[in-house]
């Protein structure tokens, strides 16, 4: 994936280290919380949020799932009506999702389309900015690593998985996946 940080590496799983981080904050009981997400967008869109929901309740959290149509949920996430929620998105590279998902939203420029938390930071934004306009290949892949890194360090989103799909064609045709998880025509070409 163009545009990967090979520096990003995941969190241990620390629920007792969670539970001191709560106790701390003056939460020691947990909070109740509703967990978004769509059941018909993603494979297993629902079943993934309410493991994540699992998850939270070992910490102590009261975590509810609220799993709705794609079609609503795209646009209640937009209006920030939810205060947790799962989503993915696919792109050729890194560079597209950064601006979707995390350049701060300016309808002008195309950023930020698809980031619905409104997360802004300066530092990504300029990252970003100057890797989407960089034509060479590997100093942009550069400054992408570094965008991303700064979001993870900000905790802008939370990477839980990057789902995998099989194709398979008869032997006379090739199918090459994209990364947008879509299965379209372009991807289906006859063997060579």
Known sequence: YFGWSPNIRPEPFNPAGARELLKRAGLASGFNLTFHASNDRYPNDAAVAQTIAQMWTKLGLKAEVEAIPGSVFFGRASKQEF????????????????????????????????????????????????????????????????????????????????????????????????????????MVAPAR
């Open 83 to 186: 205060s947790a929620f799962a989503a993915q998105y696919g792109s050729e590279e890194a560079g597209s999702g950064i601006r979707a998902l995390l350049l701060t939203p300016d309808p002008a420029i195309g950023a930020g389309t698809a980031n619905r938390t409104r997360y802004s930071n300066g530092k990504v934004d300029a990252l970003a900015r100057e890797a989407l306009m960089q034509m060479d290949e590997t100093k942009r892949s550069a400054w992408l690593e570094k965008a991303i890194e700064v979001a993870i360090e900000d905790q802008a989103f939370i990477p839980v998985f990057y789902p995998i799909f099989d194709f398979a064609a008869k032997r006379d045709l090739v199918v090459t996946p994209r990364p947008q998880r879509r299965f379209n025509a372009l």
